[in-house]
């Protein structure tokens, strides 16, 4: 895969700010915030945008009803808003009915939600397929309410609707595929929910503006629901086509990458994985399978088996504002979009490269007369081309450039120039 020369590859800050943007957007599994995130999305590719019914079902699942929320709060009896969704989105839990009534202190703290191991953070609660409503406040706040009556408001809507996901095909030489996966449906959190979706746009981008083997799958959905329903009506060619693929979360701070293994951890996805981070980010955190909590769950499962792993900056569950306000803009910052771009990146080039190769002469070729040999032998003489005779000693039709580059221990940028020299000889081939 050869980068057109007009993308532009510093493109971490234009990541950001488009995070800055899609931020302030309520979003949940269904509802006008997804629609809106994926509208604005469609502004940087050209995404197709589809939409299944409430009530479609989606292997042993439902899609459910549609839920827009306009504006929400708990004021107190002098009229002021304590709690204002308006404020802070994450203020609402998620799905919560309409409401508009008064309650004692008493009968409210029953529908209230904190952490009081983290006072001044709001947390994120969900309650998608039960029907009940809360406000989610910051333990500080919670310990200042007065023992009052207060007016509690929730002006949402629960309705026959819709579930909304984007999606983007991008054909390349042969039918096989790449697949990328990323969330659109948790509201303002930046590492955990945007961070996802404004690198695979990034990716999206270079993939477009690039000479490409493989077609790519790229989608935009609500985790779990969307995963589950995307699968439902796409899985038989998915099965049959996909040889690798990413589901792309928490890809936004500076802190240590991690590696989470597809459910056998040995497919390509995982082996390209390993391979790259191993030679440029040797401090990786690697976490199991058993450690699983996006929609790899849905990708990997019996029966559907798609070779689907991860890579991430901070896991989701693993860092102290996961799920909270805390994860905010001040998290993120656009060296680690960028990081996490061209770490995926690489790894998409070395699919887009990665075959068996097999020397095309018995014993060692004569690299001299080729101008790939020092022809005045000397100690030194050996080291230069040391990589390359090692190259060839493992070139057998055998291996792909992943394990030759294992065995080796020379990286994966470094063979593309070995592999780049040997063709122009004529020393070469391959299984493509």
């Known amino acids: 895969m050869k980068t057109s020369e007009h993308f532009n590859s510093n493109e971490g800050l234009s990541m950001y700010k488009l995070m800055e943007k899609l931020y302030p957007i309520c979003r949940s599994i269904t509802g006008n915030g997804v629609r809106e995130t994926l509208r604005i999305i469609q502004e940087e590719i050209p995404l197709t945008i589809h939409e299944i019914p409430s009530g479609t079902k989606v292997f042993d699942w439902e899609i459910p009803k549609e839920w827009n929320v306009r504006d929400a709060y708990i004021m107190d009896k002098n009229g002021n ?23 004692t202190l008493e009968e409210l703290q029953k529908h209230l939600y904190s952490l009081e191991e983290q006072p001044d953070a709001i947390p994120y609660i969900t309650s998608y397929y039960k029907e009940r409503w809360g406000f989610c406040i910051t333990y500080n706040q919670r310990k200042q309410l007065k023992d009052e009556t207060y007016r509690v408001y929730i002006d949402s809507e629960l309705k026959e609707g819709n579930l909304t996901y984007g999606e983007l095909i991008i054909p390349g030489k042969c039918e096989k595929e790449v697949f990328l996966s990323t969330y659109v449906c948790h509201p303002s959190m930046a590492n955990n929910e945007l961070s996802g979706p404004v690198v695979t746009t990034s990716l999206a981008k270079w993939i477009l503006s690039a000479n490409r083997k493989y077609t790519y799958r790229i989608i935009f959905i609500p985790e779990t629901i969307g995963s589950i329903a995307y699968l439902s009506r796409n899985m038989e060619i998915m099965k049959a086509n996909i040889i690798a ?48 909590g996006s929609d790899e769950r849905q990708y990997c499962s019996p029966g559907i088996d798609l070779p689907v792993a991860s890579i991430m900056r901070s896991k989701f569950g693993e860092y102290p504002e996961y799920h909270t306000s805390l994860d905010n803009m001040e998290l993120v910052t656009a060296k680690g979009l960028q990081g996490s771009f061209e770490i995926y990146k690489e790894c998409i080039e070395l699919i887009e490269k990665n075959t068996k190769y097999k020397i ?22 050996g080291k230069i081309v040391r990589d390359m005779m090692n190259f060839i000693a493992y070139a057998d039709g055998e291996r792909d450039l992943i394990q030759i580059s294992n ?24 299984d493509d």
């Not at 996805?269 to 790259?276: G, H, K, S």
């Not at 401090?283 to 399978?289: A, H, K, P, R, V």
């Not at 095309?360 to 003489?381: A, D, I, M, N, V």
């Not at 065995?407 to 391959?430: A, P």
């Open 245 to 292: 693929g990413y589901n792309i979360s928490c890809v936004g701070d500076e802190r240590a990458y991690s590696y989470l293994c597809s459910r056998n951890g040995n497919t390509l996805a995982d082996r390209v994985a390993l391979n790259i981070l191993k030679s440029s980010q040797p401090e990786f955190i690697s976490y199991s399978y058993l450690e699983r």
């Open 81 to 103: 808003k304590v709690v204002d969704f308006q404020e802070n989105n994450l203020h609402l839990v998620s799905y919560s009915i309409p409401v508009n009534k008064e309650l």
């Open 407 to 430: 065995i080796i221990q020379v990286k994966i940028k470094e063979l593309y120039k070995i592999v780049d020299n040997l063709y122009e000889n004529d020393l070469l081939s391959s």
């Open 360 to 381: 095309k002469c018995f014993g060692e070729p004569q690299l001299g007369k080729r101008g790939l040999y020092p022809t005045l032998s000397t100690k030194e003489t």
